[in-house]
């Protein structure tokens, strides 16, 4: 469902309704097969998509499961001394939202029973990465980045 949310479709205190629409629309362009859409809990969703990272994504460039390619000091991926040894790093953002005044979000989806401490320590060294590469690929500084995980199953963000 999030893959094909129009996130500029939410105004403050009308998520719920946006959700309601976009679970038709989706429905009728086939996105998603009636099974699927089934399965979902529309209230849930619009908890979800109330958190903060959310906002003011209609004013910015959206780029869904955007894979990436990126050489970084081998250093900055593991510990130890590589002696300037650069390494090519790849993975997939589930959701990279850039501003025109260059602030950058990078989400992470993660469907877990686990509390925010434990995804923390489990996803933090990822999102770092994550934000190093973009930082690089985008030139512009980690002090712009903001990194969150959206637990997909217990419905909270957790900025990183």
């Not at 025109?100 to 933090?124: F, H, N, P, Q, T």
């Not at 995980?149 to 900025?159: A, C, T």
Request: net charge negative; charged share 30%; hydrophobic share 40%.
């Amino acid at each position: 469902f999030l893959e094909h949310f129009d996130f500029t479709k939410p105004e403050a205190g009308h998520v719920r309704e946006a959700v309601d629409e976009e679970l038709r629309r989706i429905s009728e362009e086939k996105l998603m097969s009636a099974e699927e859409i089934a399965l979902l809990d529309p209230a849930r969703l619009a908890r979800i998509l109330s958190a903060p990272v959310f906002s003011g994504f209609s004013d910015m460039r959206l780029y869904r499961e955007q894979k990436f390619l990126v050489s970084l000091p081998a250093a900055e991926v593991w510990p130890g001394d590589y002696g300037g040894e650069e390494v090519l790093f790849q993975g997939a953002i589930d959701l990279l939202a850039i501003s025109s005044s260059g602030d950058v979000r990078i989400v992470d989806y993660k469907y877990s029973g686990r509390d925010k401490a434990a995804l923390r320590e489990d996803y933090m060294p990822q999102l770092s990465l994550y934000k190093k590469a973009v930082s690089k690929i985008l030139k512009v500084s980690t002090d712009r980045i903001r990194c969150s995980i959206i637990n997909i199953r217990l419905g909270f963000e957790l900025e990183m």
